[in-house]
Each structure stands twice: as C-alpha cells, then as structure tokens.
C-alpha cells in the first residue's frame, strides 16, 4: 500500500474515531396540547409563552441565576441537546385532543407530551400517552380523578380540587373565627365537563362533612347562552356562600345576568378556571369585586420566591402582562419535564418515565410557593398548596392563609344597588 494510502486510511479511521468519541447533539422533542382557539384561546397562548421561556432556559438562550435553572442550562445531561416544541390546538374538544395527541406521537415522534388545562381533555390525552408509553406532565388540570386511574405515564405537578376545595373549607372555617359570623349554607353551580363534575362532587362531599347545608346543587350546560334559570334558584335560596365551577364564558355570563337579577351574594368562592382567566376580568371589570377564588399562585407573590421574580420579568417582557396563577402552573410543570429529562440523559420515554418517579426539586427553586415537587405512587405531587385570593379594585390579592395575606378580605360583597 502507498504511503499516501496509508495516510488517507489512517485519517479516515481518525475521523471515525473522533466521531464516534464525541456523543453527537440530539434534539427533545415536546408535543403540547393547547386551546389555542375558541373560548379558552387566551389561556392557552399565555400557556405557550410560559413553555417557550422553559424552553429558551434549557436551550442556553435565558439564563436564571439560581443552582436548578442552571443545571438545565444547555441540557448537559444530553450532552447539549436542544429541546423543540410542537404545540397543536386541541380547541376545548377531548376529541380534537385525543387525535391530536396521537399524531404527535405517532407521526411527530415526540418523546413527551405537556398539556391540556381543560381536565376533560387532559384525561383523553393521557390516554393516548398511557396506550404508547409516553410521558405526560400536566401542570394545570384539576379533575381529581386524573390521577385515580392508575396510569403509569401521567404525573401532575399542581393541586387538584381535592386540595383546592380543602383549602376553600379551611377558609370558612377560619373565617368564622377570624370575623366571628356564622354561615351555613352553600349554593354549589358546576358546568357539566369533566372539571365541573368531579369539582360539583367534591364541593358537594366536603359541605357534607363540614356541617354545611347545599340550598343549591345546580350543574349546567357548559357554553350555556344563558344562566338566568340558575341564578334565580341562587337569589331564592340565598346561601351564604356561592361556590361556582366555570370557564371563563360561562362566569362572565353569571356576573352579566347576576346584575340584571339584582342576584347579591355576600360572599362568591369560584373554582378558579374562568373566574381567573384575563379575559374575566376584561370583560366584568368592576363588577366581580369581591369575588374570591381558590388558587396555587398569585401574582402579589412574586417577591416570596426569587425564580418567580425572574420569571415574572421574562414573562413581562414578552406578554406586556403580569405573571399569574395560569402561566405560572404551566412554567412548572414544564421545567419538570425538562428536569427529569436532563437527569434521564436520554430521550428514552422509559428513561423519563423512571427520572419523573425520581423528581424532587426543592420548594425554594419554584415559581410556586409550594414545599417541592415529589410524585407519589398515582404521579400526583405531594407539595402543594393553595391559597385562596380576592378581587379588590380589578386586581387579585392573596387573602388566605392569613398570616401571608396582602390585603384583608372584603365581607359582605356589597349589594348592586350600594355600589359606586
């Protein structure tokens, strides 16, 4: 053989060599299941923001000065791999959802799923998940039973209404003492979706078991074009608390008809949803003061954790809005997934699966003002909390537990005629 032959194999053999010495970038490949259209389009594009800054943070491009942010920093579990995100509109239908879903992995070939806030959809996404053995964290829906299937692929990272409507009872409770009032009765609405349902059961098991007797024990039609039917039901037996379960059509209807009825409940204590989506608050402004909501994260919050604080600015930034409750459980559960990712130090959705398991990224580290992220054996995380917030002045302010409150709460609401 030549000795230019020599050489030339020689070099070939060195390019292999080296080649092969250097693990070669790979790519994460996130499918995302949004409402990016119809009624809950807003939420689901705020969503997408609060994923696109988790991902711009592995990807090296937003840098977060603090020890689990930059572990993340470039995924250096998986030598440098850069994370895409593939997100589908699933436009509030667990039909659309479902076959979405399942061209995200059979066709996209994403190696995990994110999504879907509407629990309804949620539940027929995970099953596709479940069925091909892919990972699905859900930041945001909380239909309890999503995680009582025994499904091996699902992990949630926020509250359900289990803990939420705890937090409601725990309230009153409270309350009472604090104010010392009395109440008693408790008007309990729900749309008829999976997320109304299993929070109307919830509610309905809890008044129960507190000693409060439900006057009102009205589900409706989700979307309904009018509510006037419900709301004179609530006028006539007035409880003391009105307990209402909406997305956000649905509760900007109550307060518009709630008005025209002259309909003046002293105390309003939504599931969330719809009651904390922007365009409720656009929509009624000054009329659903003194709402109050149960929630996992307020915007006057921020300062009690430091990602919050840089999170919030990222999110200002890009939104022109404030960081709040929605976008907040989303960049949770998002940076989860990224976690056990980078830990898996692979794109094997076994390998993720086991990392999840093995999740425990401490409390002072979140966005949340939660004790950590740990999963137990059904993928529900066993840290969090709630809180519960009230609008005063077209803006949500923490009122419970007491010893963290921002503002005290206003009781009773005052009546449509007394209002300025």
Do not use: C
Request: aromatic share 10%.
């Amino acid at each position: 053989m030549s000795a230019r032959r020599v050489v030339l194999s020689l070099a070939i053999v060195l390019t292999l060599f080296v080649s092969l010495a250097t693990p070669q970038s790979k790519e994460v490949v996130i499918g995302i299941i949004y409402p990016l259209s119809g009624p809950a389009a807003l939420t689901g594009l705020e969503n997408k923001v609060a994923d696109e800054i988790a991902r711009d943070i592995a990807n090296g491009a937003v840098d977060v000065p603090l020890p689990f942010y930059q572990r993340l920093k470039g995924m250096p579990g998986l030598k440098g791999a850069k994370v895409r995100m593939i997100f589908a509109d699933h436009q509030g239908k667990p039909e659309v959802g479902q076959a979405e879903a399942e061209r995200l992995v059979t066709q996209e070939k994403v190696h995990a799923l994110e999504g879907s806030w509407h629990s309804s959809v949620t539940a027929t996404v995970s099953q596709i998940a479940e069925r091909y053995g892919i990972p699905h964290v859900n930041g945001q829906s909380s239909s309890p039973g999503l995680t009582k299937r025994g499904f091996k692929w699902f992990f949630r990272t926020s509250p359900h209404d289990e803990h939420f409507t705890q937090t409601m009872f725990d309230f009153f409770r409270d309350f009472q003492k604090k104010r010392g009032i009395t109440l008693k009765t408790v008007g309990i609405t729900y749309e008829d979706t999976l997320f109304g349902a299993d929070s109307g059961k919830v509610q309905r098991e809890l008044a129960k078991k507190y000693g409060y007797e439900a006057v009102v024990d009205l589900q409706y039609r989700a979307r309904a074009t009018s509510l006037q039917a419900e709301i004179q039901r609530l006028k006539a037996a007035n409880p003391d608390v009105w307990m209402p379960t909406s997305y956000h059509s649905d509760a900007i209807l109550f307060v518009r008809q709630s008005k025209e009825l002259d309909y003046n409940p002293k105390m309003i204590m939504a599931q969330n949803a719809g009651h904390q989506s922007p365009d409720f608050l656009q929509a009624v402004g000054k009329d659903a003061e003194g709402t109050m909501s149960r929630a996992p994260f307020n915007t006057d919050l921020i300062e009690k954790r430091p990602a919050a604080r840089a999170i919030a600015k990222i999110y200002k930034e890009r939104t022109g809005k404030d960081f709040y409750d929605n976008p907040a459980r989303t960049f949770t559960g998002m940076m989860t997934l990224l976690d056990a990712i980078n830990r898996a130090g692979s794109t094997d959705p076994e390998a993720i699966r086991k990392a999840l398991v093995a999740t425990n990224i401490p409390g002072d580290q979140l966005v949340m003002t939660w004790d950590g992220i740990t999963f137990d054996e059904t993928g529900q995380n066993i840290h969090v909390k709630g809180i519960i917030v009230q609008l005063q002045g077209q803006k949500w302010y923490t009122v419970y537990p007491f010893d963290i409150a921002t503002k005290d709460v206003l009781y009773p609401i005052p009546a449509w005629k007394d209002r300025k």
